[in-house]
């Protein structure tokens, strides 16, 4: 990922009169760019020496600059999708999400498909999901696809139904009930193919400005032949080295190794779908869900795992697993080993192979985890959204199962490297949420510190593609920032004599905002890109 700028953009920056949050100097208020790249970090005093050589001075006024964010799991055309189209993600019931989708219909009657995402029947009133003869009326008869919030599961119109031949007879086709499994990934590669172009650009404009909004400077995008198209991948890979914004390092989810090398992805990784979703009981489990008969699917065995871990290696690809349920985590572990003992252990570990979501977690997996190299790509609002006593993670398992989700402080206790995202559309794009929802975990002994789940959230996602000389705001590294607006900065730990001790000058731990639920999240005023301004907010 080599990055080069126009000699006319060599431009060189002083930020001061803030605080920069740098390990370089915990009490830095100024910093230096120059040609794309961080040159200086220090006090307001040595910044004298540099005022008057620079292209441009801008002054912080006491705002905080932290290195950008990068989210490692987006699906950035339906990320986008949900934020110009039909998001039901706010209904609180099934009739109100009907009178969204009748309003939508409505408002684009142009449209050749309709695209909507986020309902969830769990948190509704009549505790179902729509029908297709209701969306047949709805729609008049347009072709509609409606993913569930966790986009493992999906109802769509007989119009849409009819643009895939043989869909009944596909593995996850149960009429009258949402569509999951191989049935799914065909109608939604239907939807998908049915975007014209301008649509799919449309999509990918909007969820790079919304990122950038929010201080995100990189995006790590999951496509796949059972997500989205060929077409929609290369398509967003050159809007991103075309035109400004976040940058997008792309995954491409497929056993096919050459394939995902020819499509120019870093990995044949992301979302290749070693299991389902937990909301749509499509996780695989080693033991029943508590509301249902069964175990879930399995898409991928340890031998298969083991397969495209090999390969991956022996061409220079990061592989990858989604990978939620506890029998899904073993199946992704045994088979990265079983790649070791082919390999060489060595060889597995500096891959870097990453393992998507790996929310049921045990003390084995974990350890198998930190012995293979293996980088937790996790996403703390899931907890938020799903966790504690009365979410639906304790609905599909009970109450003690669900208590042992998302467990990032034994992760980093055992050195497992983690790298936190959204999963947009799943969860929105949310930095400072996220790093709230690490931080403030609903199972306390799951808690990590603000500064942790601010790491994982920008240098983990950099060392997640193999760098390790981006993500903070040290001399030499890639000059992504972001401005902020924010009040006092402190220290956050779950052990309050961590917190006492950080705060004190002797530790050298710069600060960052009070993230403690109910109070106000960081605004951001400016975001940059290797040296190149993305975002500037309005009246700022």
Same mark, same amino acid.
């Given at each position: 990922?080599?990055?080069?700028?126009?000699?006319?953009?060599?431009?060189?920056?002083?930020?001061?009169?803030?605080?920069?949050?740098?390990?370089?100097?915990?009490?830095?208020?100024?910093?230096?760019?120059?040609?794309?790249?961080?040159?200086?970090?220090?006090?307001?005093?040595?910044?004298?020496?540099?005022?008057?050589?620079?292209?441009?001075?801008?002054?912080?006024?006491?705002?905080?600059?932290?290195?950008?964010?990068?989210?490692?799991?987006?699906?950035?055309?339906?990320?986008?999708?949900?934020?110009?189209?039909?998001?039901?993600?706010? *209904?609180?019931?099934?009739?109100?999400?009907?009178?969204?989708?009748?309003?939508?219909?409505?408002?684009?009657?142009?449209?050749?498909?309709?695209?909507?995402?986020?309902?969830?029947?769990?948190?509704?009133?009549?505790?179902?999901?729509?029908?297709?003869?209701?969306?047949?009326?709805?729609?008049?008869?347009?072709?509609?696809?409606?993913?569930?919030?966790?986009?493992?599961?999906?109802?769509?119109?007989?119009?849409?139904?009819?643009?895939?031949?043989?869909?009944?007879?596909?593995?996850?086709?149960?009429?009258?009930?949402?569509?999951?499994?191989?049935?799914?990934?065909?109608?939604?590669?239907?939807?998908?193919?049915?975007?014209?172009?301008?649509?799919?650009?449309?999509? =990918?404009?909007?969820?790079?400005?919304?990122?950038?909004?929010?201080?995100?400077?990189?995006?790590?995008?999951?496509?796949?032949?059972?997500?989205?198209?060929?077409?929609?991948?290369?398509?967003?890979?050159?809007? *991103?080295?075309?035109?400004?914004?976040?940058?997008?390092?792309?995954?491409? *989810?497929?056993?096919?190794?050459?394939?995902?090398?020819?499509?120019?992805?870093?990995?044949?990784?992301?979302?290749?779908?070693?299991?389902?979703?937990?909301?749509?009981?499509?996780?695989?489990?080693?033991?029943?869900?508590?509301?249902?008969?069964?175990?879930?699917?399995?898409?991928?065995?340890?031998?298969?795992?083991?397969?495209?871990?090999?390969?991956?290696?022996?061409?220079?690809? =990061?592989?990858?697993?989604?990978?939620?349920?506890?029998?899904?985590?073993?199946?992704?572990?045994?088979?990265?080993?079983?790649?070791?003992?082919?390999?060489?252990?060595?060889?597995?570990?500096?891959?870097?192979?990453?393992?998507?979501?790996?929310?049921?977690?045990?003390?084995?997996?974990?350890?198998?985890?930190?012995?293979?190299?293996?980088?937790?790509?996790? =996403?703390?609002?899931?907890?938020?959204?799903?966790?504690?006593?009365?979410?639906?993670?304790?609905?599909?398992?009970?109450?003690?199962?669900?208590?042992?989700?998302?467990?990032?402080?034994?992760?980093?206790?055992?050195?497992?490297?983690? *790298?936190?995202?959204?999963?947009?559309?799943?969860?929105?794009?949310?930095?400072?949420?996220?790093?709230?929802?690490?931080?403030?975990?609903?199972?306390?002994?799951?808690?990590?510190?603000?500064?942790?789940?601010?790491?994982?959230?920008?240098?983990?996602?950099?060392?997640?593609?193999?760098?390790?000389?981006?993500?903070?705001?040290?001399?030499?590294?890639?000059?992504?920032?972001?401005?902020?607006?924010?009040?006092?900065?402190?220290?956050?730990?779950?052990?309050?004599?961590?917190?006492?001790?950080?705060?004190?000058?002797?530790?050298?731990?710069?600060?960052?905002?009070?993230?403690?639920?109910?109070?106000?999240?960081?605004?951001?005023?400016?975001?940059?890109?290797?040296? =190149?301004?993305?975002?500037?907010?309005?009246?700022?």
């Amino acid at each position: 990922m080599s990055e080069t700028l126009p000699d006319s953009e060599h431009r060189t920056v002083l930020l001061r009169g803030g605080d920069v949050h740098s390990p370089a100097d915990p009490f830095a208020t100024a910093m230096v760019v120059e040609r794309g790249h961080v040159a200086w970090v220090g006090s307001e005093g040595a910044a004298d020496a540099f005022a008057s050589g620079v292209d441009e001075v801008i002054d912080l006024e006491g705002a905080l600059v932290t290195p950008a964010f990068v989210d490692a799991h987006v699906h950035t055309t339906a990320a986008g999708l949900a934020l110009t189209g039909l998001d039901l993600s706010s *209904a609180v019931s099934l009739t109100e999400a009907t009178e969204k989708i009748r309003a939508y219909a409505a408002a684009r009657p142009d449209d050749r498909i309709l695209i909507g995402h986020g309902w969830d029947a769990s948190r509704w009133p009549e505790r179902r999901a729509p029908h297709r003869d209701e969306l047949d009326r709805i729609t008049g008869g347009r072709p509609l696809y409606l993913t569930r919030i966790d986009v493992h599961s999906a109802v769509a119109t007989t119009a849409l139904l009819d643009l895939v031949p043989g869909i009944r007879e596909l593995s996850g086709f149960r009429d009258g009930e949402p569509l999951t499994g191989d049935a799914h990934h065909a109608v939604r590669r239907a939807a998908y193919a049915a975007l014209s172009p301008a649509q799919r650009t449309e999509a =990918q404009r909007a969820a790079r400005a919304h990122a950038a909004s929010l201080g995100i400077g990189t995006l790590h995008e999951c496509g796949g032949p059972e997500i989205s198209s060929e077409d929609d991948f290369t398509g967003l890979l050159d809007l *991103a080295r075309e035109e400004g914004g976040p940058r997008v390092v792309g995954y491409w *989810a497929d056993l096919d190794i050459e394939r995902a090398r020819a499509l120019g992805a870093v990995g044949a990784a992301g979302d290749l779908f070693a299991d389902g979703s937990l909301g749509s009981h499509t996780a695989c489990l080693h033991d029943p869900y508590a509301d249902t008969g069964h175990t879930g699917l399995a898409h991928l065995d340890a031998a298969t795992v083991a397969a495209h871990v090999v390969g991956c290696t022996e061409v220079g690809l =990061q592989a990858g697993f989604h990978a939620i349920g506890d029998a899904a985590v073993t199946a992704v572990v045994d088979g990265v080993r079983a790649a070791a003992e082919k390999l060489g252990l060595a060889r597995i570990r500096a891959a870097r192979h990453r393992v998507e979501h790996a929310e049921m977690l045990t003390p084995e997996t974990i350890a198998a985890f930190a012995e293979l190299g293996l980088t937790a790509s996790v =996403q703390p609002a899931f907890d938020a959204t799903w966790g504690g006593e009365e979410g639906m993670y304790a609905e599909r398992l009970g109450v003690e199962r669900a208590r042992t989700l998302n467990p990032y402080a034994a992760l980093l206790r055992s050195g497992v490297p983690l *790298a936190f995202g959204s999963d947009s559309p799943v969860t929105p794009l949310d930095p400072w949420g996220t790093v709230r929802a690490a931080a403030f975990h609903r199972t306390p002994e799951h808690r990590i510190s603000v500064r942790a789940a601010f790491t994982a959230h920008t240098r983990g996602g950099w060392r997640a593609v193999g760098r390790d000389d981006a993500g903070t705001l040290v001399p030499g590294a890639p000059a992504d920032y972001a401005i902020w607006r924010a009040d006092e900065l402190v220290v956050q730990a779950p052990d309050d004599r961590v917190a006492r001790w950080s705060t004190d000058p002797r530790s050298g731990t710069p600060g960052l905002p009070d993230l403690t639920p109910g109070g106000e999240l960081p605004v951001c005023l400016r975001t940059v890109v290797f040296g =190149q301004t993305v975002f500037v907010r309005p009246n700022e």
